[in-house]
């Protein structure tokens, strides 16, 4: 089984080829060659038996999606894209790279198909929780209607739009998997308007102060990087007839507050990183997280066997094994 | 006020002009220009005091939305669009039209304001309910998710979050308009899935005999091309603060089932035209209708004023005074 992963070089990408390279399978079947894309030039996984393709080249450009298409593979995850905040600031970028990256690769596939002999590959697509937008009901239900009010939220609607159409119409095996916010990023604080939720876990995980600019009481909904591997793997696996013609899900995850994301710092490291995290209320910050969804429901992705953790101390632990070495710096 | 109509020549264009130029005004609003354009040669409308101009092109091409742009008008209704069927058996030409359609015309306008000064136009998108998808619930609301189960109902779909983002940016001020089924549709019997609708009324108030391929139990919800006509002006002169950042609005109807349908014919035009209906159940065209939707809930729409018929009696009337010259034909 030949597997592409575009957007290889990020955060999850480089952690979804790192598992698939270790494991030389996908949900039990063999992985015979890998190829990984990139804008920047994604990083060699080790342990794969396998031949694997680098490749450097932007996801936004219809001929990259041509010639990746007619490398025919089984499964593609789709991971490519420029975040929320990027989006934003550059309303053309956003548009080029997180909507004609998806079009042009269902269309290129479809083209494919036409052109070459039947090609139908199953296609993973990361999507977001961002794709809803404020006001919401308390927990947000799989049948609450999407209304993004981010160009990155819209980009990833279209997105899932595109993705179920070219199912139905049965060019292509698509899922959509909306990632909660993922914690604990790894690296360097970033300018990004949820990087703090990361931030007041990482940062005094490693003695470094953090600073806080929102409430404690601000609620929002986690998985770890792990689960979100877990959740495309997962993804890949699932067949259209478990699927049914809604591909797109909702994935679970831990709903807490700051407040109890702290506490869960304070229970795996102590008060000494709990001082660490300085408030800093900023109402710029405040009010962009007050238009993002909370809780989710998420209730057809758990009946289909999605699963993230229990609880935020279990995020915080899976940082410290997947990131630190599997025990806290001191 | 420049008032720009693309789909001029359509059934729902060619009354909304005819309204728009008899009346001189929109929303009160008194029209210096009109501006007609469809692929099909627009007919002029009569009664229109300023000048109009007539357009003959392709609504999918890039450089016509630049084009028409360059025009500044104050208010465009986009109505051009290929239906249901045919977006379904030609699926390039579907999302040329109706996806690529709308999405160059945005961005044309975006251009067109950055290039030669501030343009911020109002533009009134006819959407459809084809953007739900089974399984319902008992009745759509506001809230419901979009999950279309046709190419046409994926397109406007999009098209619907394009014209949120792009007005959300400040580019444009948007509105989409969610049609039910407008009937009665005048003219010939038409081989879309949903045409027995019109045609179970239109046929028999003719003497002419008519095919009903669906049980009578089969319910959905209809309005008049005059109340489509009354949507489109209506939504043109909603403000921004009226409507919020949920700009796409699914409209008012009448909910029945066409055992009622049937009943309102008896009562306005007597046995002798029910006699006419035929029963012809097709398990094929049973089929799609499940795929629609049937009853909705346009509270946020009733709340900003939209109106439509109080009972099916009315639309058949309606149809009797603007295509049937005001009498039953004997
Ligand atoms: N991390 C989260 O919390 C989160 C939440 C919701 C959705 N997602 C989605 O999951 C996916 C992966 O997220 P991530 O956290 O790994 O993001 P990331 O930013 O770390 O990785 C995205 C990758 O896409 C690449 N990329 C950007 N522009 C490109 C272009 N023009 N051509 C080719 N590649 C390009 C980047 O170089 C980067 O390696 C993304 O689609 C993202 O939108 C992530
Ligand atoms: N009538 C309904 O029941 C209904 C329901 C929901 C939505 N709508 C929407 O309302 C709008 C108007 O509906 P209608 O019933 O008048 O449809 P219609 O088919 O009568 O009119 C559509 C017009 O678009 C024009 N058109 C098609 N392709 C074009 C192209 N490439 N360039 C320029 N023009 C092109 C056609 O020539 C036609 O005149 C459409 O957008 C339709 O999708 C209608």
Same mark, same amino acid.
């Given at each position: 089984m030949h597997v592409l992963i575009t957007g290889a070089s990020g955060m999850i990408g480089q952690r979804l080829t790192a598992r698939l390279a270790r494991e030389g399978t996908c949900n039990d079947r063999p992985i015979s060659r890998l190829t990984l894309t990139d804008v920047v030039a994604p990083p060699k996984p080790a342990g794969f038996a396998g031949p694997i393709e680098i490749r450097t080249e932007d996801a936004g450009?219809?001929?990259?999606?041509?010639? =990746?298409?007619? =490398?025919?593979?089984?499964?593609?995850?789709?991971? $490519? $894209?420029?975040?929320?905040?990027?989006?934003?600031?550059?309303?053309?970028?956003g548009y080029r790279i997180n909507l004609d990256g998806i079009r042009n690769l269902l269309e290129a596939i479809r083209q494919e198909g036409i052109h070459n002999g039947p090609y139908v590959p199953k296609l993973v697509f990361s999507s977001s929780s961002g794709i809803f937008g404020a006001p919401f009901p308390a927990s947000i239900s799989d049948e609450f209607h999407v209304t993004p009010l981010t160009s990155y939220g819209a980009q990833k609607a279209i997105g899932e739009l595109l993705l $179920?159409?070219?199912?139905?119409?049965?060019?292509?095996?698509?899922?959509?998997v909306r990632f909660?916010?993922?914690?604990?990023?790894? &690296?360097?604080?970033?300018?990004?308007? &949820?990087?703090?939720?990361? &931030?007041?876990?990482?940062?005094?995980?490693? &003695? =470094?102060? $953090?600073?806080l600019p929102v409430e404690d009481s601000v609620l929002f909904t986690h998985a770890s990087p792990r689960s979100a591997v877990g959740f495309l793997i997962h993804a890949a696996g699932l067949s259209r007839e478990q699927l049914g013609p809604r591909i797109n899900l909702s994935m679970p995850g831990v709903c807490v507050t700051v407040g109890e994301q702290i506490e869960a710092l304070r229970r795996i490291a102590g008060e000494r990183a709990v001082k660490l995290i300085r408030r800093a209320p900023d109402k710029a910050a405040s009010d962009i997280v007050k238009g993002w969804p909370t809780r989710f429901d998420a209730a057809r992705a758990t009946a289909l066997g999605f699963k993230a953790e229990k609880d935020f101390d279990e995020i915080i632990r899976i940082h410290i094994e997947d990131d630190l070495g599997g025990h806290l710096p001191n």
């Open positions: 450009d219809p001929a990259v999606a041509e010639a =990746l298409a007619a =490398l025919r593979p089984d499964i593609i995850f789709h991971l $490519a $894209a420029i975040i929320s905040g990027e989006a934003e600031r550059d309303f053309d970028k $179920a159409d070219y199912s139905r119409r049965g060019f292509v095996e698509g899922v959509g909660p916010s993922i914690v604990i990023r790894p &690296g360097k604080p970033n300018a990004s308007a &949820g990087g703090f939720f990361s &931030g007041i876990i990482r940062e005094p995980l490693q &003695g =470094l102060e $953090a600073l």
